[in-house]
Nanobody, 123 residues
Framework: QVQLVESGGGLVQAGGSLRLSCVGS????????MGWFRQAPGKEREFVAG????????LYTDSVKGRFTISRDNAKSTVYLQMNSLKPEDTAVYYC????????????????WGQGTQVTVSS
């Protein structure tokens, strides 16, 4: 098991930027593929971005391509989500997730989850 703690959420105006961070502890962070998911009120949790344990491969959902960037620093046991050109529809609780079953957009590939951080984008 790896424990995950997200930070960096907040309130921002449309067009603004935020950077989310997720710090892992308990197991070697570099063993895990990492993902960011989000859940808006009344909606199902959806995949946002993922990064392989090596950092060499990334994956994004179409709605954030060109605006969000996922990265990781294994020496700091941290994964980041840089979010630019934010839109009101990006408002959600953002969750960090870790897994070793492969890189993908399916939630069941990730078996360790953080508690989430709220991102609110005002219009």
């Amino acid at each position: 098991q790896v424990q995950l703690v997200e930070s960096g959420g907040g309130l921002v105006q449309a067009g603004g930027s935020l950077r989310l961070s997720c710090v892992g502890s308990g197991r070697p962070f570099s063993n895990y593929n990492m993902g960011w998911f989000r859940q808006a009120p009344g909606k199902e949790r959806e995949f946002v971005a993922g990064i392989r344990w090596s950092g060499l491969d990334t994956l994004y959902t179409d709605s954030v391509k060109g605006r969000f960037t996922i990265s990781r620093d294994n020496a700091k046991s941290t994964v980041y989500l840089q979010m630019n050109s934010l839109k009101p529809e990006d408002t959600a609780v953002y969750y960090c997730a870790a897994g070793r079953s492969g890189l993908g957009s399916t939630a069941r590939l990730y078996d360790n989850w953080g508690q989430g951080t709220q991102v609110t984008v005002s219009s």
